[in-house]
């Protein structure tokens, strides 16, 4: 039985050193408990911060007054092909977040936004998946921390 596999993008772009300066910037900064991750239909804390959505689709059911959201950052989600490839199935959580780390490291600008948050304060990754330990918002944190923190 052939295993399904997301092709890898090539990564190479001048965006990744956009990333790369941001990054060193905000460690200077950012401790990691500063950034959060949270279900959108969690209610709004105080201690939330910045409330960032960081799924491609808006989640079903929440208001846009609900959501109280901070700014929707739908770029930086996995792409739709990478998203529907995971399918929320943690047998291939590994690999998405392999894949998400590269497609990751294209998004310069858009994770710049993300860290632009951090270096004003507390930041919480909102996303709409049943699933607290196989989602895009546990995968971008830690892609965050690993380039904030090394």
């Known amino acids: ?6 092709p890898v993008p090539v990564v190479g772009s001048g965006r990744g050193l956009l990333l790369l300066s941001a990054a060193r910037e905000v460690a200077m900064t950012v401790m990691p ?19 960032l959505l960081v799924d491609r689709i808006w989640p079903r059911g929440v208001s846009k007054e609900h959501a109280a959201l901070d700014a929707w ?17 943690p047998k291939r ?7 998400y780390t590269s497609e990751l490291q294209q998004k310069g600008e858009e994770v710049s936004q ?7 304060g ?6 709409a998946a049943s ?6 918002a546990v995968a971008l944190r830690a892609f965050l921390m690993q380039r904030i923190f090394g």
């Open 1 to 6: 039985m052939s295993r399904l596999r997301y």
């Open 33 to 51: 408990e500063r950034i959060k991750i949270k279900r959108i239909y969690e209610p709004k804390a105080d201690a939330d911060g910045a409330r």
């Open 73 to 89: 950052l739908k770029d930086v989600a996995p792409s739709n092909e990478l998203r529907h490839w995971f399918n929320h199935e």
């Open 93 to 99: 959580w590994e690999e998405f977040c392999r894949c």
């Open 114 to 120: 993300v860290l632009d948050f951090a270096m004003k």
């Open 122 to 127: 507390n930041v919480t990754l909102l996303y």
């Open 131 to 136: 699933d607290d330990e196989h989602n895009n």
